[in-house]
């Protein structure tokens, strides 16, 4: 007999966030569902609705039936959305959470994106600090394939990734959560690791790997200070701390040259 409690139900969540390697708020954030599955662990709901879960399927690799019901099969191989389906789905869900909180329609010719913050290996810092603006304020072109909505700027500090972005580089990038953005090998990433509860933060660039069932977020840098990966493997997880990959880097700006006092020709 099918168990449809709230227990249950969140028990089959939580079986799928770790299947999938997602955590809760990420999860939540890529369904365009804030809160949903925080407010049924608290016990401030005491059931899902069926349009809730049928958007948490899709990012949880299940159907809304099993998450529901537990019948069925519990992973479910939906075929990859292209990037125009994604966009949409994006687009769909940032629409209605925006007119939730009474808010207008984002503008589709934003013509430019603030940064979020900094990237930088090694530097743990106090989460409400993380996105503290300590920089002077930049704004980055959008890149017109993804939506402007989805795109943020980061600014690079010290040496990890200094083949492909030195120090003082800024990064475009594209929230992978958002956009359900599937990484490949290869790709130059945004990394999170938080500890100590979330109350730290390390917020980096590393370069995505493969290796069995292990996936590695290596430097890209000519400095012998970074020559070790962070590895992500799900059997072995270590404690109290979580690693997510949060961004994909698309553009990377670097200033060649600085000359603050120029002559102006006359």
Not at 16 to 30: K, T, Y
Request: charged share 25%; proline share 6%.
């Amino acid at each position: 007999m099918s168990d449809t409690s709230a227990a249950a139900v969140l028990a089959r969540i939580q079986q799928r966030l770790d299947a999938v390697g997602l955590s809760e708020r990420g999860a939540e954030q890529a369904a365009g569902r804030a809160s949903a599955i925080r407010n049924l662990r608290t016990g401030l709901v005491q059931s899902v609705k069926i349009g809730t879960l049928e958007d948490l399927a899709p990012v949880l690799k299940t159907s809304a039936l099993w998450l529901q019901t537990g019948e069925g099969a519990a992973a479910v191989e939906a075929p990859a959305a292209s990037t125009a389906e994604s966009i949409a789905r994006f687009r769909k869900v940032q629409t209605r959470l925006r007119a939730k909180a009474g808010l207008p329609p984002l503008a589709p010719d934003v013509a430019a994106i603030a940064l979020r913050g900094e990237v930088a290996a090694g530097q743990w810092l106090e989460v409400d600090h993380v996105d503290a603006p300590s920089f002077e304020e930049v704004r980055l072109p959008v890149d017109s394939r993804f939506p402007a909505e989805a795109q943020f700027g980061l600014l690079v500090r010290g040496t990890s990734i200094n083949k492909v972005a030195p120090d003082g580089a800024y990064l475009t990038c594209i929230d992978t959560i958002a956009l359900g953005y599937e990484v490949r090998e290869g790709d130059l990433v945004i990394v999170e690791r938080t500890r100590d509860g979330g109350h730290l933060r390390e917020r980096t660039a590393k370069r995505y790997r493969r290796n069995g069932d292990t996936h590695e977020l290596w430097p890209d840098s000519s400095d012998p200070h970074w020559t070790s990966p962070i590895v992500i493997d799900p059997d072995h997880e270590a404690e109290d701390v979580s690693v997510q990959i949060v961004g994909l880097v698309v553009w990377v700006h670097n200033q060649v040259l600085q000359v603050p006092n120029f002559p102006t020709r006359i």
